[in-house]
């Protein structure tokens, strides 16, 4: 069974960092693409970043380029999200989710429980 | 970005009944459409990809249909359990997009 678990999730002050990770099992990690999407009241569900199974190729959405990172160590399963100049605009439950089939054509087909950030002072 | 917009965003049926929610997209998108529920406080989980196909796991109830920019997701004879949102997605092209929801309520 597939199993995602997100973690990191934290009250942070503008200008601030943080890194989530996604712990996966269930699945062949390293052959699969994955993204981090979150999830607001008022913007709704917003694909943030996604990586190929390698990791060699990343993608990001306009919101967050040069500030977030993806990265992922298929050692230990693990993917990650390391978010930089954060802002309030950035406060969302930040789900991990696992691609189905291509990352050029992306469906997410499993997800983890979702971690909460929160910028704000 | 292709835009999505569902309709309605809410709606009120009975155990039983056949729902159909629509998406519309801002531009073509051929059959990659989605369609995901989620209930509160839990994350999304995959009904249906490439505007037809039933995921894995996922009750015959549901179906899906259309190509372009109209699709549909109908539930034929609505369970308890089926009380939830409902958000379809784009897969043809990055940024990958939802629509805004469709609250099904009893």
């Known amino acids: 069974e597939v199993q995602l678990v997100d973690s990191g999730g934290a009250l942070v002050q503008p200008g601030g960092s943080l890194r989530l990770s996604c712990a996966a099992s269930?699945?062949?990690?390293?052959?699969?693409?994955m993204s981090w999407v979150r999830q607001t009241a008022g913007k709704g569900l917003e694909w943030v970043s996604s990586?190929?199974?390698?990791?060699?190729?990343?993608y990001y959405a306009d919101s967050v380029k040069g500030r977030f990172t993806i990265s992922r160590d298929n050692s230990n399963n693990t993917l990650f999200l390391h978010m930089n100049t954060l802002n309030a605009d950035d406060s969302a439950v930040y789900y991990c989710?696992?691609?189905?089939?291509?990352?050029?054509?992306?469906?997410?087909?499993?997800w983890g429980q979702g971690t909460p950030v929160t910028v704000s002072s | 970005d292709i835009q999505m917009t569902q309709s309605p965003s809410s709606l009120s049926a009975s155990v039983g009944d056949r729902v159909s929610i629509t998406c519309r997209t801002s531009?073509?998108?051929?059959?990659?459409l989605n369609w995901y529920q989620q209930k509160p406080g839990k994350a999304p989980r995959l009904l249906i990809y490439?505007?037809?196909n039933l995921h894995s796991g996922v009750p015959s109830r549901f179906s899906g249909s259309g190509s372009g920019t109209d699709f549909t997701l109908t539930i034929d004879s609505l369970q308890p359990e089926d009380f939830s949102t409902y958000y379809c997605?784009?897969?043809?092209?990055?940024?990958?997009?939802f629509g805004q929801g469709t609250k099904v309520e009893i």
């Open positions: 989710a696992k691609i189905f089939g291509s990352i050029v054509s992306v469906e997410f087909d499993s």
């Open positions: 269930g699945f062949t990690f390293s052959s699969s693409a």
């Open positions: 990586i190929s199974g390698s990791g060699g190729r990343t």
């Open positions: 531009q073509s998108i051929n059959r990659l």
């Open positions: 490439g505007a037809s």
């Open positions: 997605q784009q897969s043809y092209g990055s940024p990958w997009t």
